[in-house]
């Protein structure tokens, strides 16, 4: 029997992953990690081991390690500038010590070397201490969710405008869609030194995710770009504190610039079933919302 483990698993990436993977395997194959067991003790069925892991508690990611076969590692969610890849090397470290044989880590499309501390810069710090970690490793880059989009789209349509950076398209995924692709690379074999991208059909842009909007409600919606200096004015306006208004404001320049416009078709090829495209999902879950 080979067993399944992921971290996060409490979260919302985690959830759908684990979903994904019960339809494939038995739940007595599968090791959910979590800081907060107690509060996910009945999300997942019967028959899924949960254990308690934090990404601050080297030792009891090893603990929690112990007996896993290949390892879905998800992000942590702390920003603050040096925190991230402490984490994630401290959780590299326990797999190696608790004698895991493979580590899927969840990675993002446009991770580069960076002397800054940003969001693309950890992907990639993680990546390479996984890589060098002597462990079979595999890496799942992902676009941005087409999910994140939606709070502001359901403001635009309220106020009948939609303020977002200008520049290149977004191939925005579909968190579900991630998790599927996930769960599909965690429960076979053969994926050792591969990096995979999971990301929509076709890239859209904001403009396109406005009119989206505007079909989905049957209310005008008007995109206005915003410049780079506007879109961290916007950041700064809403109460950010300046770490996270820098890190975001680097993550929106890189994501004008192109580094989100990558269309992949592993979603599809790996799971049989296409992604999803964002214009689509707006469409569909703003519908819903109605």
Do not use: C
């Not at 979260?11 to 395997?25: D, K, M, N, P």
């Not at 996270?244 to 990558?262: K, N, P, T, Y």
């Amino acid at each position: 029997m080979t067993t399944l483990g992921i971290t996060g698993a409490s979260g919302q990436l985690g959830a759908s992953v684990l979903r994904h993977l019960l339809a494939r395997q038995q739940a007595s194959e599968i090791i959910a990690v979590t800081r907060t067991p107690d509060k996910v003790a009945n999300a997942f069925g019967a028959g899924v081991r949960l254990r308690s892991g934090d990404f601050d508690d080297e030792g009891s990611l090893v603990s929690a390690f112990a007996g896993i076969d290949r390892l879905l590692l998800i992000p942590a969610s702390d920003l603050v500038p040096g925190v991230r890849p402490r984490q994630h090397r401290a959780a590299v470290r326990a797999a190696v010590a608790a004698g895991v044989g493979h580590i899927i880590y969840v990675s993002s499309v446009g991770a580069r070397p960076g002397a800054a501390d940003g969001l693309l810069e950890t992907h990639w710090a993680t990546e390479q201490a996984v890589i060098a970690s002597g462990l079979p490793w595999t890496l799942v880059r992902m676009n941005i969710y087409a999910d994140s989009q939606i709070d502001a789209l359901k403001r635009a349509v309220a106020s009948g405008t939609y303020a977002a950076a200008d520049g290149a398209p977004f191939a925005y995924v579909v968190r579900d869609d991630l998790g599927a692709l996930a769960a599909a690379v965690l429960s076979s074999p053969g994926h050792e030194g591969v990096t995979y991208h999971g990301t929509g059909p076709a890239s859209v842009t904001h403009g396109q995710l406005a009119d989206a909007a505007s079909r989905a409600s049957g209310k005008p919606v008007r995109f206005v770009p915003l410049t780079q200096d506007e879109g961290t004015a916007a950041l700064a306006a809403v109460g950010l504190p300046p770490f996270l208004v820098d890190v975001l404001s680097r993550f929106q320049r890189a994501g004008r610039e192109g580094a989100f416009d990558l269309v992949s078709g592993d979603i599809e090829r790996l799971t049989g079933k296409k992604a999803m495209l964002a214009t689509d999902f707006v469409d569909k879950t703003l519908r819903g919302a109605a």
